[in-house]
């Protein structure tokens, strides 16, 4: 059965926050303790991942440490998506696997300028491609705006028994054009920084909780699971206020896709 587990579903800044004395901060509860973003899926018993996050090593410790994913997928080159490449390569070299990290052009570009001494790295193959097919199973990136942070991709993955699911983190000010691929999916993994967002649009780069709720009517899935969270989502209490096929996601959440 195909599935996906969340290694870290924080925003940038990771949950608690250094030095915030905030409610969700100070809480300790474990649905409040968030890492940086990434994800692991298996579609037809391959692995792949979603992003590298600066905690790539604790996560992959915590959920995985059995498997390296042949295929890495990166949605854009922020740090809070790729600061775990090195450690990711080091785990390459050092158990002789090949990996490839896939990304359009433009991010492979950033992604060697970032990282040059991985450029030819024993166990890394970098490729640029908006579109990559496993075994009859199309996934493909989508470039969205990202408000005053540029740009990034969604992903979408559409499987050969029809079932169509994206990991869409960072998005905000998305025209009508840029959504097209993402409506009627089964599955819609959407960032949402907060519960609602008070900074004027120009300093806005992730769409906010109430946004996305309307999102969803506009884009009809049958299921939103929303990640991106930042230190202003209690998931227990804010949840209470979504509607049942909305959730939210937390560090080790694990959805099936089928």
């Given at each position: ?167 869409l983190s960072d998005s905000f000010q998305v025209t009508d054009e840029q959504w097209l691929p993402f409506y009627h999916l089964d599955s819609l993994i959407f960032g949402t920084s907060f519960w609602k967002e008070n ?11 109430n946004e996305a709720m309307e999102l969803k009517q506009k884009l009809q899935p049958k299921k939103m699971i ?33």
């Amino acid at each position: 059965m195909d599935s996906l587990i969340f290694y870290g579903t924080s925003d940038a800044q990771g949950v608690p926050r250094l030095l915030c004395k905030c409610p969700v901060c100070k809480s300790g509860l474990p649905d409040n303790q968030r890492t940086r973003p990434s994800c692991e899926f298996y579609l037809d018993n391959k692995s792949y991942l979603i992003d590298i996050s600066p905690d790539f090593k604790i996560q992959f410790q915590t959920y995985n440490n059995r498997t390296i994913p042949s295929v890495v997928f990166i949605t854009h080159s922020h740090n809070d998506h790729i600061g775990g490449l090195g450690d990711f390569a080091d785990l390459c070299f050092w158990h002789n696997q090949q990996v490839q990290i896939v990304s359009p052009p433009d991010v492979i570009n950033q992604l060697k300028e970032r990282f040059p001494y991985l450029n030819n790295r024993k166990g890394l193959t970098f490729v640029g491609t908006t579109k990559w097919v496993s075994d009859g199973n199309k996934i493909s990136f989508h470039k969205v705006n990202h408000g005053h942070n540029g740009s990034s991709y969604g992903i979408l993955v559409q499987k050969i028994n029809g079932y169509k699911w994206a990991y869409l983190s960072d998005s905000f000010q998305v025209t009508d054009e840029q959504w097209l691929p993402f409506y009627h999916l089964d599955s819609l993994i959407f960032g949402t920084s907060f519960w609602k967002e008070n900074q004027p649009p120009n300093k806005r780069s992730v769409y906010d909780v109430n946004e996305a709720m309307e999102l969803k009517q506009k884009l009809q899935p049958k299921k939103m699971i929303l990640t991106h969270l930042s230190h202003d989502i209690d998931i227990i209490q804010r949840g209470e206020y979504l509607p049942e096929d909305m959730m939210f996601a937390y560090d080790g959440f694990k959805i099936t896709l089928d």
